[in-house]
């Protein structure tokens, strides 16, 4: 595992170094152009300066160098080439050279030269080049010295700095180990630095998903286990009752009793399934564009034999063009399923249920009409709560129809109201808030 601290001072110290030695060699090459044009000064000034001496003085024995020059080798030649005169014997040096100053290479090394003439002789000073190399060599390190000497102390400011830096994320994290399934609280967002504010909140808008998912799975355990309990018992006591039976008949109408409660049983523990693949978390598909006016269409074909049965008119008013929206076709079918089946229901025989597909001036909608007894306003809204059956109904469910309804809705942005219809009775309308998929 990579740490963030010790990445810091790895990279700062070696931007720092690196920093430093671009300096140095900056200050390398600025003192060796100094020192360069500060020598050729000084080989310039020696050479006049042994010229007015050459001029004054009739024998070569009399000229004299200083010892403040003893970097710098002096010739001097007649005219017909012979050397007269030499301030190293033994040290190779550049022999005759231009004038002017010069560059010559030779076996010691690279020497800068300066030559003149006066009288018909030729005056030749020299200076190794490594002398001035070294003073600029030695006036780059004196500058780069201190930073280097410095860059232990620059390390320990560097770790230190930087921890105290990453405390506000320690103090997230520890805030985060505090967190358990049964205490989901925000982390607090006062203090929090501008940089580490983005995580705080993406953390506590993941903690505020969680604590949702998580009450609606107990919600969902708690209600499932108190919905199952009484189905369950009743199985069980018209089991009894089979088993007790005198004769043929009473035992057949035992069974049928029997199968008609395993039935809502089966019923509740499909809704319940149903309802639990549709919480969040619950293995979602990717949405795709679905078209509505086919979707509807097939959930009516579904339905049309319960209609009949029933004698209830069942029919469908297309939209004016094609409407799609995006979203899980399965999903949306189980939408439009339950609110159609909840309208069959609860119609009365020889009554009229109408399903519409539009695209009006505040979006795409799905609405189904009945000519039933309709909702009271009053319970409009508790009629989405989880296993809640009217008193006034004698129709079979499990109470979970149209809370099924109202998470597949908010799952596809969609809202659900519930209104008095033109026919009588209810009318339910899903509305999309999104736009119309392309």
């Given at each position: 595992?990579?740490?963030i601290?010790?990445?810091?001072?790895?990279?700062?110290?070696a931007?720092?170094?690196?920093?430093?030695?671009?300096?140095?060699l900056?200050?390398?090459?600025t003192?060796?152009?100094?020192?360069?044009?500060?020598?050729?000064?000084?080989?310039?000034?020696?050479?006049?300066?042994?010229?007015?001496q050459?001029?004054?003085?009739?024998?070569?024995?009399?000229?004299?160098?200083?010892?403040?020059?003893?970097?710098?080798?002096?010739?001097?030649?007649?005219?017909?080439?012979?050397?007269?005169?030499?301030?190293?014997?033994?040290?190779?040096?550049?022999?005759?050279?231009?004038?002017?100053?010069?560059?010559?290479?030779?076996?010691?090394?690279?020497?800068?030269?300066?030559?003149?003439?006066?009288?018909?002789?030729?005056?030749?000073?020299?200076?190794?080049?490594?002398?001035?190399?070294?003073?600029?060599?030695?006036?780059?390190?004196?500058?780069?010295?201190?930073?280097?000497?410095?860059?232990?102390?620059?390390?320990?400011?560097?770790?230190?700095?930087?921890?105290?830096?990453?405390?506000?994320?320690?103090?997230?994290?520890?805030?985060?180990?505090?967190?358990t399934?049964?205490?989901?609280?925000?982390?607090?967002t006062?203090?929090?630095?501008?940089?580490?504010?983005?995580?705080?909140?993406?953390?506590?808008?993941l903690?505020?998903?969680?604590?949702?998912?998580l009450?609606?799975?107990?919600?969902?355990?708690?209600?499932?286990?108190?919905?199952?309990?009484?189905?369950l018992?009743?199985?069980?006591?018209?089991?009894?009752?089979?088993?007790?039976?005198?004769?043929?008949?009473?035992?057949g109408?035992?069974?049928?009793?029997?199968?008609?409660?395993?039935?809502?049983?089966?019923?509740?523990?499909?809704?319940?399934l149903?309802?639990?693949?549709?919480?969040?978390?619950?293995?979602?598909?990717?949405?795709?564009?679905?078209?509505l006016?086919?979707?509807?269409a097939?959930?009516?074909a579904?339905?049309?034999?319960?209609?009949?049965?029933?004698q209830?008119?069942?029919?469908?008013?297309?939209?004016?063009?094609?409407?799609?929206v995006r979203?899980?076709?399965?999903?949306?079918?189980?939408?439009?399923?339950?609110?159609?089946?909840?309208a069959i229901?609860?119609?009365?025989s020889?009554g009229?249920?109408?399903v519409?597909?539009?695209d009006?001036?505040?979006?795409?909608?799905?609405?189904?009409?009945?000519?039933?007894?309709?909702i009271?306003?009053?319970?409009r809204?508790?009629?989405?709560?989880?296993?809640?059956?009217r008193a006034?109904?004698?129709?079979?469910?499990?109470?979970?129809?149209?809370?099924?309804?109202?998470?597949?809705a908010?799952r596809?942005?969609?809202?659900?109201?519930?209104?008095?219809?033109?026919?009588?009775?209810?009318?339910?309308?899903?509305?999309f808030?999104?736009?119309?998929?392309?």
């Amino acid at each position: 595992m990579r740490s963030i601290r010790r990445q810091l001072l790895v990279t700062l110290l070696a931007t720092i170094t690196l920093t430093t030695l671009l300096g140095a060699l900056a200050t390398y090459r600025t003192a060796l152009d100094e020192a360069n044009a500060l020598f050729d000064y000084q080989l310039r000034q020696l050479a006049l300066s042994f010229r007015d001496q050459a001029s004054q003085n009739a024998h070569m024995r009399d000229l004299a160098i200083n010892d403040d020059a003893q970097d710098f080798s002096i010739q001097i030649w007649r005219p017909d080439g012979t050397r007269i005169y030499l301030s190293h014997p033994g040290k190779e040096l550049p022999h005759l050279a231009p004038l002017g100053f010069a560059t010559v290479d030779t076996g010691n090394g690279k020497w800068r030269v300066f030559g003149l003439q006066q009288g018909g002789q030729t005056i030749q000073v020299a200076q190794p080049l490594r002398v001035r190399d070294g003073l600029a060599l030695a006036a780059a390190l004196r500058t780069v010295e201190p930073f280097l000497l410095m860059l232990p102390m620059l390390g320990v400011l560097i770790w230190v700095v930087v921890g105290r830096g990453l405390r506000p994320l320690d103090a997230v994290a520890r805030a985060m180990t505090t967190r358990t399934p049964v205490a989901l609280g925000p982390l607090p967002t006062n203090g929090v630095p501008t940089e580490v504010a983005p995580l705080v909140r993406s953390l506590n808008d993941l903690l505020a998903r969680l604590k949702r998912a998580l009450d609606s799975q107990r919600d969902f355990i708690a209600d499932a286990a108190h919905e199952l309990r009484t189905p369950l018992a009743a199985l069980s006591l018209q089991l009894q009752l089979a088993r007790r039976a005198a004769d043929a008949q009473s035992r057949g109408e035992a069974f049928g009793e029997l199968e008609r409660g395993l039935t809502r049983a089966t019923h509740c523990v499909q809704q319940l399934l149903t309802l639990a693949r549709q919480e969040p978390g619950g293995g979602d598909r990717p949405l795709m564009p679905v078209n509505l006016g086919d979707l509807v269409a097939k959930v009516v074909a579904e339905q049309l034999p319960l209609a009949e049965d029933r004698q209830i008119d069942l029919g469908v008013t297309p939209a004016a063009r094609a409407v799609t929206v995006r979203g899980d076709a399965e999903a949306l079918q189980i939408l439009v399923s339950n609110l159609v089946g909840n309208a069959i229901r609860h119609t009365p025989s020889g009554g009229k249920v109408d399903v519409a597909v539009g695209d009006g001036a505040d979006g795409v909608f799905v609405e189904v009409n009945d000519s039933g007894p309709g909702i009271p306003v009053e319970e409009r809204e508790r009629v989405f709560d989880r296993f809640y059956r009217r008193a006034q109904t004698d129709e079979p469910g499990s109470g979970l129809g149209l809370a099924i309804v109202r998470t597949i809705a908010e799952r596809h942005q969609a809202s659900v109201l519930l209104d008095e219809a033109d026919l009588g009775g209810l009318r339910a309308r899903v509305r999309f808030d999104g736009s119309p998929a392309s």
